[in-house]
């Protein structure tokens, strides 16, 4: 069975500082990648996501995110974070050829960003 | 009203109580979905919806019901519940169950209390 694996639960940044999310999953065959974010009070919103072509994905608020196939792995990135961007951030997978109704769910990285 | 919307926000119940959670997207999609969230857990998938038909029912308890009366709306109907189904209840909408013609869009959840 499919998994995803986010390494930290939590991560502190101070504010500008660059920060990296880290996402593994576990398969033997093609998949689609997503990350989502999730502010608090509110429900998920997708940041960026792979589905085929360029490794490198750019997504919204200067997010992006590299897929990595030898490493399974699918880090997020961003080069200068902002006190806004403390919320957590969710890896998800699926299977190529599966459907929305398919997604994994990581457990979620709590990102928080200080002054 | 814009996106996803979910009524109550919060909802407190004992187990003997029956109550209602309520979904309605505004984006004109054709495919809805229940989530559950638990602290410390990835998000779990309850129930999809394409064209208010069910197409995927993850080994939920017989205690959630769920309804989609129409493409727009969504309920989960909630009968004697356990403490251990505290958690927040996430709805989502999306094109249809495509991940080539857009991702998920979520509601703010509503954050169930069994006592």
């Known amino acids: 069975a499919q998994s995803v694996t986010q390494l930290d639960s939590q991560v502190p940044v101070f504010e500008e500082a660059p920060v990296e999310l880290r996402c593994n999953y576990s398969?033997?065959?093609?998949?689609?990648l997503f990350w989502y974010v999730q502010y608090p009070n509110q429900g998920l919103q997708l940041l960026l996501k792979?589905?085929?072509?360029?490794?490198l994905v750019k997504g919204i608020n200067g997010f992006e995110a590299e897929f990595n196939k030898s490493q399974t792995s699918f880090h997020l990135r961003k080069p200068s974070v902002h006190i806004s961007d403390t919320a957590e951030y969710f890896c998800?997978?699926?299977?190529?050829?599966?459907?929305?109704?398919?997604?994994?769910f990581g457990k979620g990285t709590k990102l928080s960003v200080k002054p | 009203e814009t996106g996803v919307t979910q009524t109550p926000r919060h909802l407190v119940m004992g187990m003997t109580n029956k109550k209602s959670l309520k979904c309605e997207q505004h984006?004109?999609?054709?495919?809805m979905y229940w989530y559950k969230q638990s602290a410390k857990k990835p998000l779990e998938l309850m129930f999809v919806?394409?064209?208010?038909?069910?197409?995927e029912n993850n080994s939920v308890p017989s205690r959630f019901s769920p309804e989609c009366p129409n493409s727009s709306h969504l309920f989960l109907h909630l009968h004697t519940l356990q403490p251990e189904d505290s958690a927040l209840y996430l709805c989502?909408?999306?094109?249809?169950?495509?991940?080539?013609?857009?991702?998920?869009?979520f509601g703010p959840g509503t954050r169930l209390t069994v006592l």
């Open positions: 919806y394409s064209l208010e038909e069910r197409v």
């Open positions: 989502a909408s999306s094109q249809d169950l495509s991940l080539a013609s857009g991702s998920q869009f």
């Open positions: 792979y589905l085929s072509g360029s490794t």
């Open positions: 398969s033997s065959v093609s998949v689609y």
């Open positions: 998800a997978v699926t299977y190529y050829g599966g459907s929305q109704g398919n997604l994994i």
């Open positions: 984006l004109g999609h054709n495919a």
